[in-house]
Structure formats: structure tokens, C-alpha cells
């Protein structure tokens, strides 16, 4: 609780400064694999969503004093808010894939492919 | 407990029995943000493609556009960040520039947003297309209503700042305001990669 | 105009509604009558409108939960009349639909959920030993936005038309596209209003558990009833976010035309179901723990022993709250997921009758070497062990995926949720509210009339749930108002037990009554010798609650204090106390939220629009309000001590 | 107190008698529990293995509660020496409670995976053979089973041969719903959109009931369906005779099919797949192109009558 305290009198804190140049570097080095790298979309999205988990974390730590004791830290409630997050995305995208194989092939056809199947029928 | 009793030490926004109280409530309140939004990543992401006749997100996304608007986040967050640190060191005059300038960046910030919206509704792309841009839109618009929500805030508390001067009460709304400011930051990092570069590559 | 009021605004034609509409008008008239007459208006102003009192908070939360434990259960009497015949014409197909629709909204939402938080309004802060919770004008914005939800969900009945869709809501039957009429709206925005409310108390109770203990009371030594409020809150907060999302998707669907949960437009109606459940499970142990915690209260208080296994207990319902939000997809195993997914969740739901077991059984030891007295909240608990346990094997059933093809949507299913949230949430509630109640008013409710209404509502309820069982498995569907020749028997003896059901809970609320009138009144505070802190206080609760807090040693501070003959009332250690202000915002935002809600039902933006900003100002007034209270100066403390505790003696 | 107990014992026995006259009356009643086909049979094992498991459990549940209560009771001769106060727990005692818990859902649990993903596929028993596939489709409040292969479509009504597996191919035009033929086995849901797939299977000649189990709003109580199981030869035969002499199934006809209501049982010469399958991502807004703000209708029924035949 005492850190402000330990800088010094400029007025900018250290903390705060590598905090902000890590997020502006995390963020370049995010959008230079996703346009230029080259690599599988697969590694591309692991590569991204780590770099992503890794600038809320310097966020959460480096700016919101999340390890502050108020009296006691409070991380307990974000990390199990994270926790359910993680539920609901990964949950939802598993239990809801299901039953559309054919939406890769068909993912334009919208409304549209119906009438075209009747045009089919007709002759 | 029974008492107003203000500690001496320590950071002003703790030094009153509500302050402690108030920041435990909002963090928690913000773990539940956490959640409300991932119920929003979660349907996007199970909406993932579903254009129906509209656009696809890979021709409308921009990289200048994505960045410009993760920047202008980056350093307001970071603006933020010093804002409160000058309210630690007692510095009302220190406290309102900086936290006048993350305002300014804020706004900027929504001016990129209702631009690139404009943009792409023009393109065809409306909340109305399809699923998929159901879902984008209610995503983003959920955090850029978060943020203008979070201008008025901070323009309310500036006033306070201004008229009341640095209490113990105002100090406490102005760490609180700072939590959430950061925090929309968070949910922009996840945006910007979740929806903006994957929607490029995808 | 006038035709527009007439054909679609209000709703006719049927006889039952002119009925409903005549008795809301004369009940209004005659509230306003007596008002007016008895001078009572500025009364209700200034002790309760504008109330920021956790007791007053509570009692007006279980008001408002008998009111719609009687609309709903008055729904579920007119289903019963129909279904107990093959061939009925009670009620049309239409008319049932929106019946059992509002029967399960109101039940789960506006009656189950009010009576938890009513009473862990009253009992937590006593027994933590605070003065009041952490945001005592949250709380009574909390009560506020429930309160006007449930209105605005009520009103639909003559307003306009009753959702009809379930309390599930299914898409596409309730998307846009196939329920073009407003009355879904009402679902959206009257659960959207009142669940803004929950959350609300769901972070508030957090907060106040955790920093507002009474010195020495470490969490292990909270009182259990407090543990389970602590999880509730815990499972609030991390569930409604996803009811608030889910309703808004819905909401966007149908009132600004995107494409979520939509046929057209590539929408995914599955989503809702998956997004719904993902909410409605934890919300099934949002109302069933504070009940396990109101039995452990009253088990070990009546037994006149210890809590068997504490800590046994309180990590069993920290498991139950980790469970509880990884076993949704149980309640759509036949949407087709495939063996594996459904085989995770199968095994997920299944493991939960470990904790919950260990629960039961802890409860039973907690019997074992005690001194049981058969008082009535004894009773209530009592009959929740075999009652419950019946539901929990059913639901183990259930669990089991390939068997549950057989039994989903069936009665069988509505057998086991009835035995699990009437034997559970109800019992429970009644058995709180029975315990509480000298607390709350100063008296204890009748014995006798207790044990008289006790008895009719638990025979009369295995009566009505028991045949369901049966009934699922011959084949009877859920929600189908009218019945095939076959299932005829089993559907009587049903219908019989829901009246039977019904004289138990009238009365239960005509005891209510006779005990305001003929009860003794209680005065030494500790009406049944019990365990924990709340007992200390002297009744009524002065609004302060606790002149000094006792420093605690173990999860039974007043039996320690009992032990050691300690008091909370320490004249040295005496101090001005800090209390909050009343204010009459809280209601006044949430009414106007309320037109805000109504103009948005009707697609009214010019009343939708003004309402957000009226919101909006509010919440501007508030921020700039700097009122810090004020303080009970020690005069009077010592005043009404004295004369509570000389009373005592 | 005496007379509380006595109360007590009458009140579990009244249920409980109850159960037993149930019990004793057969499960011929039950249909669930009287299974007609492999699937149903499956499902009934398992049933029934659940609840032997379980009323073990409630059966001790139940014996150590009546002790509990009457052992333990204030009583006018109350001694002081089965009192204990401060018994605060027992952990081996705990921790039996928790293992055999563990135990039962384990052995409920290998079954159930088991035939999770035995459910997934044709019966065992008759894999000799290839599935009769029959789409089901459903918009409000109807049936439609086409049989592709046969180039035959019914309406509210189902033909299948006994001893065959019958590979249904579910989707709805509309509203959810579900797919439930009580003797034959469990439901699953049809869906826009998309495509589930069940298998079923009649051991033996018969007409069972079917119908929509899920929920679709006014109409939901009579979207029923009977299911006729009958030898191969009968089945053919009646192929046969819908192939000769039913009309075709048009597309204005269907379309006409597909506007909110009841309908009789039909049948026809070809089937609606040639126009639209809405088991396909393709098919999902057919319904709503053609009946834009058209479908929100509600039926009225009454008293159980109004069924299907007396609607048109």
C-alpha cells in the first residue's frame, strides 16, 4: 500500500511506463503474426490469444494494482471470474458444434439456397 | 466499522471505511463484467461466419483502422494509470490534466468507432445482416457503450474534482473510475485480437 | 385510439381476465381507501418506500414473495383443474400455455428468489454481527428493480397478453418470427429489470460477508446460514451476467430485428438454450443453498446440537457451487451433442449427489445424540430430508443422459424439479421464515394452526408430485393442456393433492394474521435457545441491530456467549453508531426504469427514450449526493437498550 | 409427541402403498417400462438399474431419519445419558459417506456412457441390416415422413417394418421440437437447420403413439402421430399402394403444409426433399420467406377435441 511512495519525483512511475511499452509492443508483435508471419491460421490464433492473456494480465498487475491489499488482495474474484469465462466460451463453442456439417460448404448460401434447390426439382 | 474514522496513512481512497468497501464491491462487480462480456465472446464466436448475403469480416476489417483505435486505448489507459498515480501524491492540478487528457483519448477513441460502424453499414454490413454481424456489432457496441458510459463518468467526477476539491470520497470515485477505464482496456485487448485479427486471418 | 385500447392493449374476451382486471381495480382502490382513511400514506413513505434498512428490506422482500407464491400458485390450481379430466374445457390451449409460462417465470423468479434474499436480508447482517449490509442504498435499489420487474411481468396478464413461450423461452417459438405480439417482451424486460436487482445484491452480500464480520469471525466460524449465503452470492454474481446477455440477445432479436436466435439471417436458436442453462442451473442452486443453510440452522438448533461435520458442510456447497456451472448441457442431453459431450455432462451432474449427499447424511448425524424438539421450523426441515432425497435420486436419474431420452419433457421431470424445489427452496423458505419470524415481528407464528397447515401442504404435496413419476413414464408430456383417457386416475389424485397443497398454504398466511392478533409477544429475544449471534440481539431489533459487538470464538457465538453469560451490550465500550440515511431515490429510479421497461415492451421509444435519461439523471443526482448519514449519539442507544433489556427481566 | 410420530409414519405411508399398488398393478401400464423395441430396452435396463441403485439409498436415507426422529426425540422420560451436545463430527463417518456416493455414481456411470455411444448407432442386434431412413420433419403443428428411398411422404402418420432398424433423419421447418415414440425409445430434438439423427426399432407388430415432445406453443397437444410397425411384406405392400395411388407432394401443396395448423394424415407419391431439406443450413429460412409475419398464429383448442381431422 505504500508505493507511492517509492517513486520518484518526476511524476511518471517506472511501473506504469514498462507496463504501457510492453502492451504497445505486445499488441505490434499480435498484429505482425496475424498480417505477415505466414504461419497456420491454427498457430496464428494460439500465438495471438496468448499474447492477448498476456497484456490483461501486465493490465490487471501493472495499472489496477490487482495485487493490492484492501485489506486482502482481491485477485480471488477476477481469477474465478476468469475462470467461469473460460467455461462459457470454450464450453459454448464445444456443446454448440455439433450438427453443422454443412455449414463450411453452404456458409453463403443463407436463404438463398433454398430456392436454388427448387429450381432443381422442376424440370 | 462503527466509525467514519480516517486513517492518516495510506492512499487517500482507503483511508474511509466505505472506500475499502466500495473498491472490494467494484472489482467484484467487474469480475461479473468479465463474465457478461465472455457471454458476448462466446456468441460471437458460435456465430463465427455466419454472413448469410451480408460481407464477410475479412473484406471490411482494417489493420490501420483496429490498431489506431487499440492505440488510442493503450496510452488513454495509460493516461489513466498516471492520473491516479497523481491523486496518490496529493496532486489535484496533476489529477484533472491527466485525467482530461484520457477523456480526450477516450472520445477520439468512440470517433474511430462510430466511423468504422458508419463505414461498414454503408458496406452493407448492418446489426440487422445476419448473424455474425448481429454479433459483432452487439459486441463492440456493448464495450463502446461501456466506454461512453465511462466518459460521462469520468466528466461528472473531473466536475466534482473540480468544485470539491481531493476528498477521501472523491478520491475513492476517481480510483473506481480508473478501475473501469483500465478494464475496458481489457475487454479492447480480447476484442482486437478475438474479433479484429482473427477476423482477418479466418 | 380507442380502438387500440381496447383491442390490443388491454386484454379480452375472456371471462377470467375481466375477473382479474376487476380484482386488481378493487384491490387498488381498496389499498388507496385504507391508506387514505388510517392516514397511513406519509407512514409508508417514510418507514418502508424509503426504507435502507436490511430488516425492513427483508420483510418487504417476503411480502412481495407470498404475494407470488399466491399468483403462482394460483396458476398452477387452474392447471391442475385442467388436466384432471381428459377432455376439460377450464382453460383453451392458448389460455394454459400462458398459464404454466407464468406460473414457472413467477415460482422460480419472483417468489423462489425474493424469499432467499428476503431472508438473507433479515438474518445475515445479525448474524455476522454488522449493522447493516455493506450498501444499504443498493440494497434498496436492489429491492426496488425486483419489485417493479415482477410488476412489469405482472401486468402483462391484462395488458397486452401473457408470454406463452415457457420460462425457458424457447427460440424460435418465442423469437420474433413466430411470437410477432409484444407479450414476450414482458418475459425479456420484466426478468432484464428484476435481475439487474439480484446482481445488485448478489455483489452486496458478497462485500458484506466478507468485511463486515464482527471481530474474531474468522470464516470458518460464520454461521452456516451465512456460508450459504456467501455461495449464493458467489453463484449470483457469476450467473446473472449470462441471464442479463441472453435476455439482451433476445431482446435485440425482437425488438431492433437482428438475427441471434432467428431463423432468418443464419441465427442460432440453439444458442439461447446453451446461453439460458448456463444461467439456469446455478440459478437452481441459487435457490436451493440458502434452504440447505436454513435447515442446518434449524436442524442443529432444535436437536439442541452442534452442527455435525461444519466443515464438511461448508465445502460441500463450495463444490456444489463449482458444479453447479459445469453441468448445463443436462438439461438439453437431447439436442443431439454426441455421446461425448453428453457423457461429460452426464457424469458432471451425477457427481454432485456426492456433496449433496454428504449433506444429508451430516444432517441426519446432526439428529444423532440430540434432544429433538418437533417445533413447527423443525417440522418444515424434517420433511425436506426423505421429500429432498427422493428429488435427488430422480435427479441422479435424470442425469444419466442415454435414460434421460425417456424422461425428458415428460412429467417425470416436473415430479423430480417439484420434489426438489418445493421439498427444497419452499420447505426451507417456510422453515426460515417460521425460525425468523419472532425476530422480524416480535412473536413467534401459532403452533398449532403451523403444524395444521405443515401437515395438509406436505401430504397434499406427495400427493400432487407423486403420480408424476408415474405419469412420465406412461408417456404424458409436459405442458400439454389436456390429457389422454389413460393417464385419467393419476392426474385426479394429482389435481385432488395440489388443493390439498393449496388449504396448506392458505393457512400458512391465515396464521400469518392470527399470530399478528393472539400470539404471545416474545420478549427476551431468544425465542427457540438458539446458537447463533442473531439471538443475541434484543426483539425488536433496535435499527442499529448490535450496541457493541461481541468478540466470537466459534460458528455458535450466542451459545458460547449463553455459556459464559456475555452479553452484546457492553455500556463501557459504548460509541456513537454511523447509520445510513433513508432516501427515496432508490424507488423513484426504479419506477422510472419501469415506464422505461413498459415503453420498450410496446416498441414506445418516445417513452423508452425520456425513461433512459430519466435513468441516467437519477443516476447523475446520485453522484452528486454527498450525504454521509448520520450518527445514533449514545444517549440514545443507552435509552433504548435499557429499556429493551429491562424489559427482559 | 407420541401422536407427532405416529403422524409422521402415516404420512410416508400413504405414498408409499401407493407405489406399491402401483407396482404390483404391472408395468404393462408404464410404457416406458415396457419397451418394444431394442432401443426402449436399452433405456428400460437402465432404468430400472437406477432405481434398484437408488432405492438402496433412500431406503437407508429413510431408516436413518425414522431412527434419527424417534430415538432422539424429547420425551416425558428423557435421560441424559443418549445426549451429546458436543459431538461436532466423525470423520471416518464422513468419510464413508462421501466414497460410497463416489462408488454409485461410478457404476451408474459405465452403463451410461456405454450406452451413449451404443445409442449413437443401429441396435446391436440386427446390424445385418441396413436402416430404413425416414425424415422427420415437423413445422407447426405437424408431421412429415419421407421416405427417400420409397419416393413416399406421410403426414401424421408412420408405416415401418418390424425387426428393421429405422434411421430417423430429424429437422423442423420452424419451432423446435422432438421426436418421441415412447414404446420405441427416447426422444431428440429437430431442429432448424441442422440435422440429428435417432435410431429406432420395433420388435414387434403393433400401433404405438408418438408425437412432439418439446414444447412449439398452441398447437403442441395435438402434434401427435401413430406409428404402425407391421411385417415386411404388409410394409411393402402399403409402399406400394401410396407409390401407385397418392397424389404427388407438389411444392404449392407443401407450401400450403406449411402455414400454421393442423392437418389429417396424408399421404403422397414423392416427397418435399426435392424442394427443400430443412435439415440444411440452405433450408432454415424457407419458412419464413414464405410466411413472413404470418406465423405467429395461435390455435385455440378446446377441451381436447378440435383434433387434427375436424381443423381442415
Known amino acids: 500500500m505504500s508505493e507511492h511512495t517509492e517513486h520518484s519525483e518526476s511524476g511518471i512511475p517506472v511501473k506504469h511506463v514498462i507496463g504501457f511499452i510492453a502492451s504497445i509492443v505486445l499488441t505490434l508483435v499480435a498484429a505482425y503474426t496475424t498480417v505477415m508471419s505466414g504461419l ?40 474465478f471470474g476468469f475462470f467461469i469465462a473460460a467455461v462459457v466460451i470454450a464450453g459454448s463453442i464445444w456443446v454448440m458444434s455439433f450438427g453443422m456439417s454443412d455449414m463450411d460448404m453452404d456458409s453463403g448460401g443463407g436463404s438463398g439456397g433454398g430456392s436454388e434447390e427448387m429450381d432443381h426439382s422442376e424440370h | 466499522m462503527s466509525e467514519h474514522a480516517e486513517l492518516k496513512t495510506g492512499p487517500l481512497e482507503y483511508r474511509r471505511e466505505d472506500g475499502p468497501l466500495t473498491i472490494l464491491g467494484f472489482w467484484i462487480f467487474l469480475a461479473a463484467e468479465v463474465v457478461l462480456f465472455s457471454t458476448l465472446f462466446a456468441t460471437y464466436a458460435v456465430l463465427f461466419g455466419r454472413y448469410g448475403e451480408a460481407t464477410p469480416a475479412h473484406e471490411l476489417f482494417e489493420m490501420p483502422m483496429a490498431l489506431t483505435m487499440t492505440f488510442l486505448l493503450l496510452v488513454s489507459s495509460f493516461t489513466c494509470g498516471i492520473a491516479v498515480h497523481m491523486m496518490r501524491k496529493e496532486s489535484l492540478k496533476g489529477l484533472v490534466i491527466w485525467l482530461i487528457i484520457t477523456l480526450a483519448l477516450g472520445l477520439g477513441f468512440l470517433g474511430f468507432e462510430i466511423y468504422e460502424f458508419v463505414h461498414y453499414v454503408h458496406e452493407g454490413a448492418t446489426i440487422q445482416s445476419s448473424a455474425f454481424w448481429s ?51 481489457v475487454v479492447w485487448i480480447f476484442i482486437f485480437t478475438a474479433v479484429y485479427l482473427i477476423g482477418m486471418v479466418v | 385510439m380507442w380502438d387500440f385500447i381496447w383491442n390490443d392493449f388491454l386484454v379480452t374476451g375472456e371471462p377470467i381476465i375481466y375477473g382479474a382486471m376487476a380484482s386488481i381495480v378493487l384491490a387498488t382502490v381498496g389499498i388507496v381507501f385504507v391508506l387514505t382513511y388510517f392516514k397511513l400514506w406519509k407512514w409508508l413513505w417514510d418507514e418502508y418506500l424509503t426504507t435502507v434498512d436490511h430488516k425492513k428490506i427483508g420483510i418487504m422482500y417476503i411480502i412481495a414473495a407470498l404475494a407470488m407464491l399466491f399468483r403462482g400458485g394460483v396458476d398452477a390450481l387452474m392447471m391442475r383443474t385442467q388436466l384432471a379430466l381428459p377432455n376439460m374445457n377450464f382453460l383453451n390451449s392458448v389460455h394454459y400455455n400462458e398459464i404454466f409460462t407464468t406460473h414457472g417465470t413467477v415460482m422460480i423468479l419472483f417468489m423462489a428468489m425474493p424469499f432467499i434474499i428476503g431472508l438473507m436480508n433479515v438474518a445475515v447482517p445479525l448474524q455476522i454481527g ?18 417493479f420487474g415482477a410488476m412489469l411481468f405482472n401486468i402483462s396478464f391484462v395488458i397486452g397478453g401473457s408470454p406463452s413461450a415457457g420460462w425457458t423461452s424457447y427460440v424460435p417459438m418465442a423469437g420474433p418470427e413466430l411470437s410477432p405480439e409484444i407479450n414476450q417482451n414482458y418475459y425479456l424486460l420484466g426478468l432484464q429489470l428484476s435481475g439487474i436487482g439480484t446482481l445488485a445484491t448478489g455483489i452486496n452480500f458478497l462485500v458484506t460477508i466478507l468485511r463486515m464480520r464482527a471481530p474474531g469471525m474468522t470464516l470458518m466460524k460464520m454461521p452456516i446460514f451465512t456460508w450459504s449465503a456467501l455461495i449464493t452470492s458467489i453463484i449470483i454474481i457469476f450467473a446473472f451476467p449470462i441471464l442479463t446477455i441472453a435476455l439482451a440477445l433476445m431482446t435485440l432479436d425482437r425488438i431492433f430485428g437482428t438475427h441471434f436466435f432467428t431463423l432468418a439471417g443464419e441465427g442460432m436458436p440453439m444458442m439461447w438454450a446453451n446461453l439460458f442453462w448456463l444461467w439456469g442451473h446455478p440459478e437452481v442452486y441459487i435457490v436451493i443453498l440458502p434452504a440447505f443453510g436454513v435447515f442446518s440452522e434449524v436442524i442443529s438448533t432444535f436437536a439442541r446440537k452442534q452442527l455435525f461435520g461444519y466443515k464438511a458442510m461448508v465445502y460441500a456447497m463450495c463444490v456444489i457451487a463449482g458444479l453447479s456451472f459445469i453441468v448445463w448441457v443436462h438439461h438439453f442431453f437431447t439436442m443431439g451433442a454426441g455421446a461425448g459431450v453428453n457423457s461429460l455432462f452426464s457424469i458432471t451432474t451425477m457427481l454432485i449427489a456426492v456433496p449433496t449427499g454428504i449433506k444429508i447424511f451430516n444432517w441426519l448425524g446432526t439428529m444423532y445424540k440430540g434432544r429433538i424438539r418437533f417445533n413447527v421450523p423443525m417440522l418444515w426441515a424434517l420433511a425436506f430430508i426423505p421429500n429432498f432425497t427422493i428429488g435427488g435420486v430422480t435427479g441422479v436419474m435424470l442425469g444419466m443422459a442415454s435414460a434421460d431420452y425417456q424422461y425428458h419433457n415428460t412429467y417425470f421431470l416436473i415430479a423430480h424439479f417439484h420434489y426438489v424445489l418445493i421439498a427444497g427452496t419452499l420447505f426451507g423458505m417456510f422453515a426460515g421464515l417460521t425460525y425468523w419470524y419472532p425476530k422480524m415481528f416480535g412473536h413467534k407464528m401459532n403452533e398449532k394452526l403451523g403444524k395444521i397447515s405443515f401437515w395438509f401442504t406436505v401430504i397434499g404435496f406427495n400427493i400432487t408430485f407423486l403420480p408424476q413419476f408415474f405419469l412420465g413414464l406412461m408417456g404424458m408430456p409436459r405442458r400439454t393442456y389436456t390429457i389422454e383417457p389413460e393417464w385419467m386416475p393419476l392426474n385426479l389424485l394429482s389435481t385432488a393433492g395440489a388443493f390439498v397443497l393449496a388449504a396448506g398454504f392458505v393457512i400458512f398466511t391465515f396464521n400469518i394474521y392470527y399470530s399478528a392478533r393472539y400470539e404471545p409477544r416474545e420478549k427476551t429475544g431468544d425465542a427457540w435457545d438458539g446458537r447463533s449471534l442473531e439471538w443475541a440481539t434484543t426483539t425488536p431489533v433496535p435499527h442499529y441491530n448490535f450496541a457493541t459487538v461481541p468478540y466470537v470464538n466459534s460458528h455458535e457465538a450466542y451459545w458460547d456467549m449463553k455459556e459464559t453469560g456475555a452479553t452484546t451490550y457492553d455500556e463501557s465500550k459504548l460509541e456513537p ?28 421509444f418516445w417513452l423508452a427514450i425520456p425513461g433512459l435519461l430519466g435513468v441516467i439523471i437519477c443516476m447523475v443526482i446520485r453522484s452528486f449526493d454527498f450525504d454521509e448519514g448520520y450518527h445514533v449519539p449514545i444517549e440514545e442507544i443507552k435509552r433504548t437498550e435499557e429499556q429493551a433489556r429491562g424489559r427482559k427481566e | 409427541m407420541k401422536n407427532l410420530v405416529s403422524w409422521f409414519k402415516r404420512l410416508f405411508m400413504v405414498p408409499g402403498l401407493f407405489a406399491l399398488l402401483l407396482v404390483a398393478s404391472g408395468c404393462s ?61 466423525n470423520t471416518t463417518l464422513e468419510i464413508i459417506w462421501t466414497v460410497i456416493p463416489f462408488i454409485i455414481v461410478a457404476a451408474l456411470s459405465v452403463p451410461t456412457v456405454t450406452s451413449l455411444y451404443a445409442l449413437e448407432k443401429p441396435p446391436e442386434e440386427t446390424n445385418d441390416q441396413e436402416p430404413l431412413v425416414i425424415h422427420a420433419d415437423t413445422s407447426n403443428w405437424k408431421w412429415y415422413f419421407s421416405y427417400p428411398e420409397q419416393n413416399i411422404e406421410t403426414v401424421n402418420y408412420l408405416h415401418i417394418p418390424e425387426n428393421r432398424p429405422v434411421e430417423f433423419k430429424l429437422a423442423s421447418a420452424d419451432s423446435m421440437t422432438a421426436l418421441w415414440i415412447p414404446a420405441l425409445g427416447g426422444q431428440k430434438y429437430n431442429m432448424a437447420g441442422m440435422q440429428n439423427t435417432l435410431y429406432l426399432q420395433a420388435d414387434e407388430e403393433g400401433e404405438f403413439a408418438g408425437r412432439n415432445a418439446n414444447y412449439n406453443g398452441s398447437g403442441f397437444a395435438e402434434h401427435t402421430f401413430t406409428v404402425t410397425s407391421e411385417s415386411e411384406e404388409e410394409f411393402n405392400q402399403w409402399v406400394s399402394d401410396v407409390q401407385n395411388n397418392a397424389p404427388e407432394m407438389t411444392k404449392d401443396r407443401f407450401d400450403e403444409y406449411l402455414e400454421p395448423g393442423l392437418a389429417q394424415e396424408a399421404e403422397y407419391s414423392s416427397t418435399h426433399l426435392e424442394y427443400v431439406d430443412f435439415g440444411m443450413n440452405s433450408g432454415r429460412s424457407y419458412i419464413t420467406d414464405l410466411y413472413s409475419g404470418n406465423l405467429g398464429e395461435q390455435l385455440h383448442l378446446e377441451g381436447g377435441e378440435g383434433g387434427p381431422w375436424e381443423e381442415e
Open chain 1, 40 to 79: 497456420p491460421v491454427p498457430w496464428i490464433i494460439a500465438i495471438i490469444m496468448i499474447l492477448a492473456v498476456i497484456q490483461a494480465v501486465l493490465q490487471l498487475v501493472m495499472f489496477m494494482h490487482i495485487a493490492e491489499k484492501n485489506p486482502i488482495p482481491q485477485y480471488g474474484n477476477i481469477l
Open chain 2, 135 to 185: 454479433a459483432f456489432f452487439t459486441l463492440t457496441g456493448t464495450h463502446g457503450l461501456h466506454v461512453t458510459l465511462g466518459v460521462f463518468w469520468c466528466t461528472a467526477i473531473i466536475i466534482q474534482l473540480i468544485r470539491f476539491g481531493l476528498t477521501p470520497v472523491i478520491a475513492r470515485k476517481t480510483f473506481v473510475i480508473g478501475l473501469y477505464w483500465h478494464f475496458l482496456d
Open chain 3, 130 to 147: 454488522a449493522r447493516d449490509v455493506a450498501f444499504p442504498f443498493l440494497n434498496a435499489f436492489s429491492f426496488w428493480t425486483f419489485f
Open chain 3, 577 to 604: 453508531i454511523h447509520m445510513p440515511s433513508y432516501k427515496g431515490l432508490p424507488i423513484i429510479m426504479s419506477a422510472i426504469m419501469f415506464i422505461a421497461s413498459f415503453g420498450l415492451v410496446w416498441h414506445w
Open chain 4, 29 to 89: 401400464g408404464i410404457t416406458v417400462l415396457d419397451p418394444k423395441g431394442p432401443v426402449a430396452r436399452t433405456q428400460q435396463e437402465l432404468i430400472i438399474f437406477s432405481i434398484t441403485l437408488m432405492s438402496v439409498i433412500v431406503i437407508v436415507v429413510f431408516v436413518l431419519f425414522f431412527y434419527m426422529i424417534i430415538r432422539f426425540r424429547e420425551r416425558p422420560n428423557w435421560t441424559d445419558k443418549d445426549y451429546d451436545p458436543h459431538q461436532h463430527g
